[in-house]
């Protein structure tokens, strides 16, 4: 998961509005205040005895939740094997009184918290880490630190939705929603949101969200309510190859890869709306001594806007051929000529919750209830497919304090006062949202 847009100098650049959207897009940074109806919910909410009730079992239950995220990260979850850690997280809903509790044909955990049947609200967190299997995942505690590969994304967010459920549940709070919570596979890496696209698109809820939370974010500075999409490609070179002394003068897939690479570097893209592109992975080749038949390179472009995106693919895949033909005319192809195949290995839509959406006003007043200037930003999580579908979305905080993420060094600071303020504006956000 990437949580919010490039923070440079510790400050957050922040997002406009894009293709989603079609209201003025305010100015960069700007933040308008929730809504008189909306900050009158989060008040009237908040003022309630039964959140009062919910805030005290969260307190009560801070030492509960810091042993179910050490018990859940201790759980392997590498890309597209969840399912031992998916079985747990099961019995842990089962245990948390929701019904109609199972695991769907695509591996995502779904349990029903059932409220006035006014509509669904879904509450999310995914189970995979980008992590292969065979990574140590025991947990290490140093003072208020955790720390374990996976720690934080996104085993704190599973931790921290149990949380908010047992502490719903301890209160008898009561909504006008029925409310799905939802562990999902397939967030992170090449898993290309599989757990959430199944959900909206095949699954038994299919059609019935009005509004969905993602778990996926750290730190109190804000809300991901941009979803940046991402165009993911597997690109293979081939060539006839040879022997590297004797077949000398033949074309050379590396040879093409390699321009291919340096061309892509020199694609301008706009730093409004924020766009990038990145050549990572490459393998291939079968020896020093051998011009290579293959090689492969996977290249990844990501934009908050999706015609910026489209537009940067399109440059990237012209570029590929381009190279190809380069290297075809300057030397020998009376083997072969040089190719390039790209495949399509990721995709991820672009879009915006619009900052007028309930959720997004339910947002900003309970961060302003909390006296928290809130920060709107971007991200890749699971909530890019509910917005493209035109489902408000937004991916919020699961913990206080967290650092090197996706690093074998992932670390999360467990400290209570910080970590209950995340915990109650999640509950007051979905609270308000399901209609409390």
Do not use: C
Not at 211 to 219: E, T, Y
């Amino acid at each position: 998961m990437t949580r919010f847009v490039h923070r440079a100098a510790g400050l957050a650049l922040f997002l406009v509005p894009t293709s989603v959207s079609a209201q003025a897009a305010p100015a960069a940074g700007a933040v308008t205040p929730a809504t008189p109806a909306a900050a009158a919910t989060i008040k009237r909410i908040t003022a309630s005895p039964g959140y009062a009730k919910a805030v005290a079992a969260l307190d009560a239950g801070h030492d509960r939740w810091v042993q179910n995220i050490i018990t859940l990260t201790e759980i392997p979850a590498p890309p597209f094997k969840e399912a031992v850690r998916a079985r747990a997280y099961r019995d842990m809903f089962t245990a948390a009184r929701l019904t109609d509790v199972e695991i769907d044909e695509e591996g995502n955990v779904l349990g029903l918290r059932k409220g006035g049947g006014e509509g669904l609200i879904v509450v999310s967190a995914h189970m995979d880490t980008v992590f292969p299997e065979g990574t140590p995942v025991k947990v290490r505690r140093e003072g208020d630190r955790l720390y374990a590969p996976g720690v934080g994304d996104d085993t704190t967010g599973l931790a921290t939705q149990l949380a908010i459920i047992e502490a719903m549940n301890a209160a008898g709070i009561k909504t006008k929603a029925d409310i799905l919570f939802v562990g999902t596979v397939g967030e992170e890496g090449l898993g290309d949101l599989r757990g959430v696209r199944y959900l909206f698109t095949k699954g038994k809820y299919k059609d019935k969200a009005k509004a969905f939370f993602s778990l996926d974010g750290g730190g109190l500075d804000g809300v991901t309510v941009g979803g940046a999409g991402s165009k993911r490609y597997r690109v293979m070179f081939k060539g006839p190859g040879g022997h590297s002394y004797g077949a000398f003068g033949l074309v050379n897939p590396m040879t093409a890869m390699s321009q291919a690479v340096v061309d892509f570097y020199k694609i301008a893209v706009p730093a409004d709306p924020k766009t990038t592109y990145s050549a990572s992975v490459v393998s291939g080749g079968t020896s020093v001594n051998a011009i290579p038949r293959e090689v492969t390179m996977e290249f990844d472009m990501r934009s908050e806007s999706a015609e910026s995106l489209a537009n940067v693919e399109k440059q990237f895949l012209a570029t590929l051929q381009k190279a190809a033909a380069t290297e075809n005319a300057a030397r020998s192809t009376k083997e072969g000529a040089i190719t390039a195949e790209p495949k399509l290995i990721g995709d991820r839509p672009a879009g915006q919750t619009p900052r007028d959406a309930e959720i997004v006003q339910y947002a900003t007043a309970a961060y302003a209830a909390e006296g928290i200037p809130i920060r709107y930003g971007a991200g890749s999580t699971d909530s890019n497919i509910p917005i493209s579908l035109g489902i408000p979305a937004i991916t919020i905080s699961r913990v206080a304090t967290s650092g090197r993420g996706h690093s074998l060094d992932e670390w999360i600071s467990v400290e209570k006062p910080g970590n209950l303020q995340v915990k109650r504006l999640g509950l007051a956000m979905i609270l308000a949202t399901a209609g409390m």
